[in-house]
């Protein structure tokens, strides 16, 4: 019924930078906030990010003046710009959506991408 898709993730050593997307497809009617949360291994899954429709948005301490939360409301699209990257940043992000769609009724959900394995070497 709706999909979110990420990208963006890899390899990459501390200092650089990676950009995340996270496209949602399906029967939608429109989003309300979207987010990036992360786990790492051994870690409880944790908000990274989260940007409202209007554009509001809030940052975890720990990536506060390094990451930066968009989105493109026409494409359904929303990215994590992610700089200064260090070590303890490694984790699998993934991309959650709260949806409202209005087929077969109307509802809203809260949907979650498969996650991407971003990992930084010191």
């Known amino acids: 019924q709706v999909q979110l898709v990420e990208s963006g993730g890899g390899l990459v050593q501390a200092g650089g930078s990676l950009r995340l997307s996270c496209a949602a497809s399906g029967s939608i009617f429109s989003i309300n906030a979207m987010g990036w949360y992360r786990q790492a291994p051994g870690k409880q899954r944790e908000l990274v990010a989260a940007?409202?429709?209007?554009?509001?948005?809030n940052y975890a301490d720990s990536v506060k003046g390094r990451f930066t939360i968009s989105r493109d409301n026409a494409k359904n699209t929303v990215y994590l710009q992610m700089n200064s990257l260090k070590p303890e940043d490694t984790a699998v992000y993934y991309c959650?959506?709260?949806?409202?769609?209005?087929?077969?009724?109307?509802?809203?959900?809260?949907?979650w991408g498969q996650g991407t394995q971003v990992t930084v070497s010191s």
């Open positions: 959650n959506a709260a949806v409202v769609t209005t087929t077969p009724l109307i509802r809203s959900g809260d949907y």
């Open positions: 940007i409202t429709s209007g554009g509001s948005t």
